[in-house]
């Protein structure tokens, strides 16, 4: 079923390439508004108030992915040569624990892998928001779910403290649903599709529901400044109309006419084109506080494996000028460093990489493009490497800030360094200040 990702990341790189770009803005003048307790929304061209977002994503905290915290699934181990008995995400793994250990574990990785000391260290290098996926199982379960349920929430509520100590804003990210919403390992429930049948769908808008009241209550609108309603729906095998009739439209109205809060909503692209938003939740119909979030990457699918530098920092400018005449306003939610696939478990437990030719899924292979050998390992990396890199990464801020801003994934790993801002930065492959830029200008958006 992974051809799936396969079949999505093309959509995705697709949808990049566009015939004629409009021209880009000069990005002094793009802002981000936060008017607190008011209206509030993303104003375009109020200069006054703000900063684009430049943030970052707390990846593989409050929901498990196996390559962000490879330590919590190696004790599964039985084969040094495959990974049989390895669990795939958070729903096996508690389910091979059973939940008093996983209880535990869990709670022992919640306490320790993010601390106060994080949030202060990502306030003092220059962000300003955090995006935290949570699961809907944090709040509501299905009848025989392996979940651990019901505690993540104080992690949770804790972590948006200590954002606002340190003067940060928070996404809450509903990462995952009932069913997946994408068959991702990172929903939770890897290789299902099952998001909007009738009987997971109650149980993801009851959490969802639950998470828009008491995040959009007055003592949080400081702090929080967007709910996205779900991350990254497989829009291709996804009935969209269901999605958008019985799923984000009610989820609308429940927030404005109901809670009758004015708190941003933030809407996943669902892997859709750039403009494909455009005539849904509109102003000109009467909706407001609606951001659309993409999410690029250039290392899921062969051929943008093999690009050229050129290639991929063309494709990266055509992610901030493909968004310019979008109806909604728009961030990137999530977007990488890495210009390989090599991480361990990145493509999931069990799948090679594609870039070293050791994917292996099903009678689907991948041809060698380059070795993956101590991809972990700064020393190991020729000095052209190094500078790709930088170089991709800056292109990419420069884009994203042509209008809303961005959120890397993700803030720290266990190992990676492809994916992980602490190490990057740590290493000069990531810039500090954020505006700080050795390539500048890569996407012409300032005229000379
Ligand atoms: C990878 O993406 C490119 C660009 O969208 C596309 O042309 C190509 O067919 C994709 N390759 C695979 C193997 O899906
Ligand atoms: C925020 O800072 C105050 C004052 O130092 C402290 O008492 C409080 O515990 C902090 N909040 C969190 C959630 O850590
Ligand atoms: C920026 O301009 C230079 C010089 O004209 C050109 O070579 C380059 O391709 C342009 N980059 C983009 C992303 O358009």
């Not at 959509?11 to 004629?20: D, F, G, M």
């Not at 999530?334 to 070293?356: I, P, Q």
């Not at 030719?357 to 000095?383: K, L, R």
């Not at 959120?407 to 190992?415: D, P």
Request: glycine share 6%; charged share 20%; net charge negative.
């Amino acid at each position: 079923m992974l051809s799936l990702k396969t079949l999505l990341y093309t959509l995705l790189t697709a949808s990049s390439v566009i015939a004629n770009p409009v021209p880009a803005r000069d990005p002094s003048s793009i802002q981000f508004v936060h008017e607190e307790n008011k209206k509030r929304y993303y104003d375009y061209d109020n200069g006054a108030l703000g900063e684009p977002i430049r943030g970052v994503n707390i990846g593989g905290w409050l929901v498990l992915e196996p390559y962000i915290t490879p330590s919590l699934f190696e004790t599964f181990r039985t084969n040094d040569n495959n990974d049989d008995g390895i669990p795939v995400d958070e729903y096996h793994y508690c389910q091979y624990l059973g939940k008093d250990l996983a209880k535990s574990r869990l709670q022992s990785h919640w306490s320790t892998f993010y601390q106060e000391q994080d949030f202060a260290n990502i306030a003092s290098q220059g962000f300003n928001l955090v995006r935290i996926p949570i699961g809907y199982w944090a709040f509501e379960t299905l009848d025989n779910d392996p979940y651990v349920s019901g505690l993540q929430e104080a992690y949770l509520d804790q972590a948006i403290g200590w954002a606002r100590n340190s003067s940060l804003k928070v996404w809450v990210d509903l990462h995952g649903a009932a069913g997946s919403q994408n068959g991702f390992d990172n929903s939770g429930l890897r290789d299902s599709y099952e998001f909007l049948e009738d009987s997971n769908l109650a149980v993801t808008t009851k959490a969802l529901n639950y998470i828009l009241e008491k995040y959009s209550a007055e003592e949080y609108l400081d702090t929080v400044i967007g709910i996205e309603l779900i991350n990254e729906p497989l829009g291709p095998v996804l009935d969209m109309d269901k999605m958008k009739n019985n799923y984000l439209a009610p989820a609308y109205d429940y927030l404005r006419n109901t809670i009758k809060s004015d708190q941003i909503v933030i809407i996943h692209d669902a892997f859709q084109q750039f403009n494909y938003w455009d005539d849904f939740m509109t102003e000109t119909d009467g909706y407001w506080g609606v951001t659309i979030d993409h999410h690029h990457y250039q290392v899921f699918n062969s051929s943008q494996l093999e690009s050229s530098m050129d290639e991929h920092i063309k494709v990266a400018c055509q992610w901030g000028t493909g968004v310019l005449d979008e109806a909604h306003w728009t961030v990137c939610g999530e977007f990488a460093a890495a210009l390989t696939d090599c991480t361990k478990w990145l493509n999931s437990v069990g799948f090679g990489a594609r870039y070293d030719g050791s994917w292996v899924n099903g009678d689907e292979t991948s041809t060698y493009i380059g070795s993956c050998a101590n991809n972990d390992d700064i020393t190991s990396w020729s000095e052209q490497r190094k500078e790709n890199t930088r170089r991709y990464v800056e292109a990419q801020l420069d884009a994203f800030e042509m209008r809303g801003g961005w959120i890397i994934w993700c803030y720290k790993t266990e190992t990676s360094l492809e994916w992980d801002v602490q190490r990057l930065m740590y290493n000069g492959l990531f810039p500090q200040p954020l505006t700080d830029r050795q390539y500048p200008n890569q996407c012409n958006t300032t005229s000379s």
